[in-house]
């Protein structure tokens, strides 16, 4: 199969998913026909659907793609075929499940690690008399957050100075724009809609606290130098210079670790160090008060609770544990109130999104790893900008790590 004919059959492919589960194609910038013959098309059989991924991989070797493309395609092409089973009704063992999305294996994490973090908060957060940890951390959080009424112009803040950071180190096209929005009922804090032509929405969940310590890391992952600048140059690179595979980017595959990995690692990629006292001074110009050095305590602190919510994730899809006894383990180790732990545990529940929380984990992990393998400050520059650029799988990062 010729390699136009094959990508165009991948787009095709990818597309009728979003006739199974709407939500599944996160974003699509390509021929808008494609789209809508697929939206005119008889409902998708899903085990028609696995069976014509297993085809298109089998087709890879003799399709004349450079390898870093046929290597794209093949793990999501074995992405898609897990999802047309599980949407079929096949039974997947939820580890096997994961690794088939998105190319890792994942295991529990080490409750010594939680104990630790607790720790370090204990030694970070004020103490009060008789005050629990987990008091203390919600007092901690009932005071980081942003009023209702400020939250817009912090929001534009944020995004204006991040936007000059990034414009200096990974040009963008001067048309690119991000415009934002408060929404409500979701299970996610924040969302980017890439619209296409270098335009993204950014959506911010209402039901959510939204707090000073963490809005500067929203942005970064939202637009500044997270998803929307990966998009934009994905679309002025890659897909200008024939890769049309990047015109689809869809829920639940081995792109999904490597764009949340990325936007996790955004806000320390392009404010490298001290980024608490960064966020401190635009606050304090628009007289707010944060405390930028505790901040960073806390955050480094709490780096070590990553693996929480995944644990969470195999308690219940894995482990067969109870609704209850999952929020619990949120609450216990996240100390997060009882509120925000039913909204994980939302998120961890839903068919569409219960895998996902992986991403963040092990797409942190995974690309972490490999920016410090960095020789030095630049070449950590340059390998940041090779995951805005390129179409980098989590295979080929493990292979350099």
Not at 233 to 246: F, Y
Request: hydrophobic fraction near 40%.
């Amino acid at each position: 199969m010729e390699s136009e004919v094959l990508v165009r059959e991948y787009l095709q492919l990818g597309l009728a998913f979003d006739r199974l589960e709407e939500g599944f194609v996160d974003a699509y910038t390509g021929d808008p026909e494609l789209r809508r013959a697929v939206e005119n098309a008889p409902a998708p059989d899903p085990r028609e659907l696995a069976h014509r991924a297993v085809s298109l991989r089998r087709e890879l070797d003799g399709s004349g793609l450079p390898s870093q493309r046929a290597e794209f395609l093949d793990v999501h092409l074995r992405a898609l075929e897990c999802s047309a089973r599980k949407f079929a009704g096949d039974e997947i063992g939820f580890v096997d499940e994961v690794e088939a999305y998105f190319d890792v294996r994942i295991e529990p994490g080490d409750e010594a690690d939680y104990r630790e973090a607790h720790r370090l908060l204990d030694e970070v957060l004020p103490h009060g008399t008789g005050d629990s940890l987990a008091e203390r951390m919600a007092a901690h959080r009932k005071a980081d957050e942003i009023p209702p009424e400020r939250l817009a112009e912090c929001v534009e803040a944020f995004s204006s100075a991040l936007r000059d950071l990034v414009r200096a180190q990974y040009p963008l096209p001067e048309t690119e724009r991000v415009t934002y929005e408060v929404v409500g009922d979701k299970p996610w804090s924040g969302f980017n809609y890439y619209l296409g032509d270098f335009q993204s929405k950014v959506a911010i969940n209402s039901d959510l606290k939204q707090y000073l310590a963490g809005l500067p890391h929203l942005i970064a992952h939202e637009s500044y130098p997270g998803h929307h600048t990966e998009h934009c140059r994905k679309e002025a690179g890659l897909v200008a210079g024939g890769q049309l595979e990047q015109q689809l980017f869809l829920v639940n595959t081995p792109q999904c670790l490597m764009a949340e990995g990325l936007a996790d690692l955004a806000l320390k990629s392009i404010v490298p160090s001290n980024w608490g006292m960064w966020a401190q001074e635009i606050y304090a110009d628009l007289g707010l008060r944060f405390d930028g050095e505790r901040a960073e305590a806390i955050s480094k602190a709490s780096a070590k609770l990553l693996g929480v919510r995944q644990d969470a994730a195999l308690l219940l899809h894995d482990r067969g544990r109870s609704a209850d006894d999952v929020a619990e383990f949120i609450q216990r180790w996240s100390l997060a109130t009882p509120e925000r732990a039913r909204q994980q545990l939302r998120f961890l529940s839903s068919p569409l999104w219960r895998a996902y929380i992986s991403t963040y984990v092990e797409g942190y992990r995974l690309l972490g790893r490999w920016l410090d393998a960095a020789a030095d400050a630049d070449e950590r520059v340059d390998r940041f900008g090779r995951l805005l650029d390129e179409p980098l799988t989590p295979g080929a990062l493990r292979s350099q790590v």
